[in-house]
């Protein structure tokens, strides 16, 4: 029996990961520093290829049972309403679920969580926290501390970095994780607040501009997140303010009572990309292989859909069917798609939405609606969109 393999980090990503690799009979050891299931503001969108994923394990259901679906979305100018809209229709031929689906990613965490709860080969231990590593040409030793405080050791034929954003197995080989910080601070507000009540015609995703910047509308089951942005010459820490977060709100839709606000949290965007998702026998996933604008709902999604190409591979190499160099094909195939697609389009998006002229915002709108009324070419747009053409690139890469 070959030691498990060593997945580092439980969010969406890594649990997946996990699935697929007992799906094919490669016993897993999850280490996830915190000790409950992820709970914060994150992802909420999952697009029709990732539901098909999921949907292999059983957890497309629990997740249609309670996320919205959203078979259109929006672009609209919000003093005048005009919009474009995309009809995921226009893709009913390309896949099972046309339509984006609005839950957030604890949701399938949890669902994910539970499920590998009833595996004895998949080892999920939350509250242990990876402190340091090494890797020789047999494997990796892993220097681990429990809840208790307590330091131990595993070793593992392969790593898999599933740690995020502040991937700590990526700081500490002191990899170049090249790319920009974008200027702007997003501002997620969520809210109970019916905003589809208020607002004609408006869907569950909507890009908005208006005449003083731009904000974006999600719903999900229970709340509504709202982007915002700090106003011209307005310091972030102002733009945080209780006050300044009513008074943005009131612009959206204005009402004679305040915004009853849950949460509030200010966040960077960055666009990153590792060169080679493979180090020796570490692997990266998801956030610690490559960060994007979340326009567009592709962060978490992407990373989902690298597990999904690593996990076709690795359980070949671990049982040694296949040479060492099949991992390399993981990068060959995953990379152009995290910049060609991923991160070229999450940046189209966030570009769209933060022109601030009016004659090329009202230009672009027209290009928009062109593409939205036309049924090929917003099938076109739409395969790209919901990512279903990155895979299909990502598939036809074979050495």
Known sequence: ??????????GPVGLVAALRLQSFGVPVIILERNAQVQNDLRASTFHPPTLEMLDDFGLTEGLLARGLK????????????????????????DTKYPFRLQVEQNVLCELATKQIGGMADVDLRMGHELGGFTQDGDGVALQVKDLSGKNYSITTPYMIAADGARSFVRKSLGLKFEG?????TTILVTTKFPFHEHIEGLS???YIWFSEGTFSLLRLPDVWRCSLYADKNQA???????????????????KDTPYDVEEIRPYRIHQ??????RVGRILFVGDAAHMNSPSGGMGMNGGIHDAWS??????????????VTLLDLYTKQRLPIAKDEILKQSHKNRSRMQERDPAARRQELS????????????REFLLTSSMLSGLHKSRAITE
């Open 1 to 10: 029996m070959f030691d498990p393999v060593v997945i580092v980090g439980a």
């Open 70 to 93: 959203t078979p259109m979305w929006q672009i609209r100018m919000h003093e005048t309403g005009e919009k474009a809209e995309f009809d995921l229709a226009h893709i009913s031929q």
């Open 180 to 184: 920009h910080t974008y200027p702007e």
């Open 204 to 206: 569950n995703v909507n």
């Open 236 to 254: 972030l820490e102002d733009a945080l303010h209780p006050a300044n977060i009513e008074e943005k709100l009131q612009r959206i839709v204005p």
């Open 272 to 277: 990153r990309v590792l060169e080679d998702y």
């Open 310 to 323: 690593l996990t076709e591979k690795l359980p070949k190499v671990y049982r040694g069917e296949a040479n």
């Open 367 to 378: 290009r928009m609606q062109a593409i939205a009324a036309d049924p090929a070419a917003s």
